[in-house]
């Protein structure tokens, strides 16, 4: 069974960057697409990106923010960088993967971590 | 872009009662949506994908329909667990992770 689980800072401050990781246990970041998504507090869910294990990545093209995920086969992780963060960016970060293929259903999600952009 | 919009946005049922939620795609999507369930605290949940089809070790009280536009998932008799916020996304336009606003199920 897939497990993933997110790290990185819980504080962020305005107009630096957010970075995050997922662990990926259980299973091989090969052959899928991981997914990062974020929720603002009482909000719904926003879709931010996804990579493919070859590095190949697509990002939604309403963020204000610039934002980069990549990916480490290596370490079986993937990491999100989200520069010039605001207010507006403090959120619940999730890190997602569905079946193979870009366009599917997130079936395996880590816990969540809040970050917080604050001075 | 592709909008989802479920209804209603808050639903007030009681426990046992058979309830339905609504979603509705800006475009024909065939059958790539798939619910989910999120409760306090907690990641999201799949329940059903491909819009009828239950994930691994989701209860048979959940079941989805639909297709195109139209979609919906129903709860055949409310347990108290479910009273919390359910999600709509389609996977079949770009972007590819669009999500609905969400209805929140809460006990009458």
């Known amino acids: 069974q897939v497990q993933l689980q997110e790290s990185g800072p819980g504080l962020v401050r305005p107009s630096e960057t957010l970075s995050l990781t997922c662990s990926i246990s259980?299973?091989?970041?090969?052959?899928?697409?991981w997914t990062w998504l974020r929720q603002p507090p009482g909000k719904g869910l926003e879709w931010i990106g996804s990579?493919?294990?070859?590095?190949?990545?697509n990002y939604n093209p309403s963020l204000k923010n610039p934002v980069t995920i990549s990916v480490d086969t290596s370490q079986n992780q993937f990491s999100l960088n989200l520069r010039s963060v605001t207010a507006a960016d403090t959120a619940v970060y999730y890190c997602?993967?569905?079946?193979?293929?870009?366009?599917?259903?997130?079936?395996?999600w880590g816990q969540g971590m809040l970050v917080t952009v604050s001075s | 872009d592709i909008v989802m919009t479920q209804s209603p946005a808050t639903l007030s049922a009681s426990p046992g009662e058979r309830v339905t939620l609504s979603c509705r795609a800006s475009?024909?999507?065939?059958?790539?949506l798939a619910w989910y369930q999120q409760k306090p605290g907690q990641a999201p949940r799949l329940l059903i994908s491909?819009?009828?089809t239950r994930a691994t070790g989701i209860p048979l009280r959940f079941s989805g329909s639909g297709s195109g536009t139209e979609f919906t998932l129903t709860i055949s008799s409310l347990q108290s667990e479910d009273f919390v916020v359910y999600y709509c996304?389609?996977?079949?336009?770009?972007?590819?992770?669009?999500f609905g606003q969400g209805t929140k199920l809460e006990i009458k």
């Open positions: 997602a993967r569905g079946t193979p293929g870009l366009y599917s259903p997130l079936g395996f």
């Open positions: 259980g299973g091989s970041i090969s052959s899928y697409y």
């Open positions: 990579i493919f294990y070859t590095g190949s990545a």
């Open positions: 475009q024909s999507i065939g059958n790539s």
């Open positions: 491909d819009a009828s």
């Open positions: 996304q389609q996977y079949d336009h770009w972007p590819p992770h669009r």
